[in-house]
């Protein structure tokens, strides 16, 4: 058998300014410091000799490798994507940059925001817009009941009891 994958299914294109600007500094950081110090050491490892038996320059290929792969990534990324700055005029229907305070069956209330593909961290706090719970959620207002379908088969009745937008 190939190595054949199906192609990922593309991600939303948008993003909240501050996101913008993170992936923007990553991208100079990778470019302008990280680069030149990463080539400044492979140029100092070659210079030792016998390249095939150097761990440096070995090590040092391969880091620029990465680097220039997130670089080509981050530069493609930040011209495709679109900038989502305004707060909506109907603030009382869940869209994207929204903050969204939820109340669960256990009755915990949980608040987390609606973002970019781009933007989510680990702590569940920022939530894809392409996620199961962002479109569950999607369109709804304060009072509305969402349920939100789990891989492994149950389901999770939510609560929407505040909705914020909030300029940065």
Do not use: C
Not at 73 to 96: G, M, Q, Y
Not at 98 to 105: F, H, R
């Amino acid at each position: 058998m190939g190595r054949w994958r199906a192609p990922a299914p593309q991600s939303s294109k948008y993003i909240t300014r501050k996101g913008f600007d993170t992936l923007n500094s990553e991208l100079r950081f990778l470019w302008k410091e990280k680069r030149p110090m990463i080539t400044q050491s492979v140029r100092e490892a070659a210079a030792q000799g016998d390249r095939s038996d150097n761990a440096e320059y070995t090590e040092g290929k391969r880091l620029l490798r990465e680097i220039d792969r997130r670089v080509r990534f981050l530069a493609k990324r930040l011209d495709d994507i679109n900038i989502i700055e305004h707060i909506p005029e109907n603030t009382n229907v869940i869209v994207f940059g929204a903050w969204v305070t939820l109340l669960d069956e256990d009755d915990k209330l949980k608040r987390i925001r609606i973002i970019g593909p781009d933007e989510i961290d680990s702590s569940g706090t920022l939530v894809s817009m392409d996620s199961p719970l962002a479109k569950a959620l999607f369109k709804k207002s304060v009072g509305d009941e969402a349920e939100l379908h789990k891989p492994d088969g149950s389901i999770n009745y939510l609560e929407i009891t505040k909705i914020e937008y909030i300029k940065e």
